[in-house]
């Protein structure tokens, strides 16, 4: 990154991207610092999120002293600490003291951070990945759960009174690309009780059903055109060939197809998704979808009710993002850093 231009909040976008991959990610951080600090930001008003970038660089790259100071940096930058994009990097300063062993200062960050569970969407991630990564999953299920618990009663008694006794909580999930907090909670919940070998339960019933209605909406909101539907190289040859139309949908060529995902999947994280993930297609599946519907397996409508009956299935979702040396989701064989993680860039 040039250490003597503006930065421009695309450039930051693009950062956010991208500074992992780099030769020098602690550079990149450095380099951030000194443009918040010597006013090269476009918009002034982003020094507090270029800091807190650099604090998430740092702190992945295990230099708590260097992620402190700018976290630290960050939370100066911002108009006050309780300016809503201030808790992730007071999230990042509880993960760097952890990383230092100040583990009860971070604890005390983390519960003081605590009540935004309730109220901000992208809340329930970053206090449990902080908690997560001080050890303390336990803690993150039993907050993620209270919290959960605390919201579909409210929202229980709200819809039926306090007398009510429904079987399924009223739920408002919000616009597809701005889920409300109850989704989010309930994802967390689900995520942090999966990694802990935690028992099935009735809200993790719910978090799957809810990101179940939260595809099929996105995927009718936006004519399907980002299903996130991933055809292997086979099904994708044949695709293409019995229904050239849908070249404009899914990409001209097998690499374009998984760039179009990768890059869609970044957006999606960008925006606070968590949780992602692409689904295996088969063209015999779209067929079925089509040949029930009675229509043409080209058409938005089929294929956005194909992508709603595959993303219910569990067997057919493919995590996301996988780690940068692991085998990379497409199946290639290759590893992730050295096939799809470039194609978003």
């Not at 443009?35 to 708590?64: F, H, Y």
């Not at 999966?194 to 993790?204: A, K, S, T, W």
Request: proline content about 7%.
């Amino acid at each position: 990154m040039p250490t003597r231009d503006v930065l421009t909040k695309a450039d930051l976008a693009e950062l956010r991207r991208s500074a992992l991959g780099t030769a020098d990610p602690l550079g990149v951080a450095a380099d951030l610092a000194e443009a918040a600090e010597q006013g090269r930001l476009e918009d002034p008003d982003d020094a507090g999120d270029a800091l807190t970038l650099a604090a998430e660089i740092a702190e992945i790259r295990s230099r708590p002293e260097a992620a402190l100071r700018y976290a630290e940096q960050a939370l100066a930058a911002y108009p006050s600490a309780d300016d809503p994009r201030a808790g992730f990097a007071r999230a990042l300063r509880a993960r760097a003291l952890f990383q230092a062993g100040r583990d009860d200062e971070a604890m005390a960050e983390l519960t003081a951070l605590r009540p935004l569970l309730l109220v901000q969407p992208d809340a329930p991630a970053y206090v449990s990945a902080a908690l997560d990564a001080g050890g303390r999953s336990a803690i993150a299920e039993s907050w993620l759960s209270e919290a959960v618990d605390t919201v579909l009663s409210e929202r229980a008694t709200a819809a039926s009174g306090p007398a009510s006794t429904a079987i399924d909580p009223v739920v408002d999930l919000g616009p597809p690309d701005a889920p409300g907090v109850t989704f989010f909670l309930l994802q967390q919940r689900h995520r942090v009780r999966r990694n802990l070998n935690l028992p099935h339960d009735r809200q993790d019933d719910l978090a799957d059903r809810l990101e179940t209605q939260l595809v099929r909406r996105a995927a009718e909101r936006r004519g399907a055109e980002s299903d996130l539907l991933f055809w292997p190289r086979a099904e994708f040859d044949r695709l293409l060939a019995e229904h050239p139309a849908l070249t404009e949908v899914y990409g001209p060529d097998w690499d374009a197809h998984r760039g179009r995902l990768e890059t869609e999947l970044v957006r999606l994280r960008d925006a606070g998704q968590a949780g992602l993930g692409v689904f295996r297609a088969t063209v015999d599946g779209l067929h079925a979808v089509a040949g029930r519907r009675g229509g043409d397996p080209a058409d938005v409508a089929v294929r956005a009710g194909y992508a709603a009956e595959v993303s219910a299935r569990p067997s057919a979702r493919i995590p996301w993002p996988p780690e940068r040396n692991d085998a990379c989701w497409c199946g290639s064989g290759l590893k992730y850093k050295k096939d799809c993680l470039p194609r978003s860039r």
